[in-house]
């Protein structure tokens, strides 16, 4: 490798390392700004109600319109005036804490973090209220009569709260996915099609083998000797 090569090699190499910790950085800071907002929100009993009504401005805000997220997470626009802009799109109309939150995060030039510290701080208060987050995929939408006997063996099962985020998969066929954490439980038509086939291709495999080396060793010989 030439002089020059190594030379972009090692900056590459460097600008990934770079690129590592500011998503580290990133995460963290996130998760400091979660747990400073639960706490100022428990201490005034309304933790689910300030991060519920983050997370609203998140998806019918700024999700919703995509230009004035822009404008707001813009290192072109002034701090001042992006102040301007939530004071006016929010006060009066949201919880006193909620535009506190939100200015602060501004003024730290923080806003884009704002996704990743609601995610943190929805773990966060879940964790605290002992509840655990499950996302249940079905083919079909769930009748209210489903959705509560699936929670309530969720719960039992679990020994905790399932806070559960339903979603429809056509594709599915049929049954239920089930995911809690990093665990899968897969009980739909399409799983079971998938292990079905699975389970053949390995039978079938097997049987291959068993041929193959049939006729490798070949019959054995008068003399005890296969063929070869």
């Known amino acids: 490798m030439s002089e020059a090569e190594q030379t972009k ?89 909620t535009v506190r939150f939100l200015r602060l995060l501004n003024r730290n030039g923080r806003l884009e973090l704002l996704g990743t510290i609601l995610r943190q701080a929805r773990e966060l208060l879940n964790r605290r209220r002992k509840r655990r987050a499950v996302r249940v995929t079905s083919a079909v939408e769930l009748s209210e009569d489903q959705r509560r006997e699936l929670e309530a063996r969720l719960r039992e099962q679990m020994g905790t709260e399932p806070v559960v985020e339903y979603e429809v998969d056509p594709a599915l066929l049929g049954g239920l996915v089930v995911r809690v954490g990093d665990v899968l439980y897969d009980a739909s038509v399409r799983g079971q099609l998938k292990r079905l086939r699975r389970r053949l291709v390995e039978e079938r495999s097997h049987q291959l083998r068993g041929m193959l080396a049939g006729l490798v060793d070949g019959p054995v010989g008068a003399d005890g000797v296969g063929a070869r």
């Open 9 to 97: 090699v090692a900056r590459l190499k460097e600008a990934a390392r770079h690129a590592t910790v500011l998503d580290d950085t990133a995460a963290t800071g996130a998760r400091a700004y979660a747990e400073a907002l639960l706490n100022v929100a428990d201490r005034q009993g309304k933790a689910e109600a300030i991060v519920e009504e983050l997370e609203e401005f998140q998806e019918d805000v700024l999700d919703a319109h995509p230009r004035l997220a822009d404008i707001l997470r813009s290192p072109t626009l002034g701090v001042s005036e992006k102040d301007g802009v939530l004071v006016r799109l929010l006060e009066g109309r949201a919880d006193e804490l």
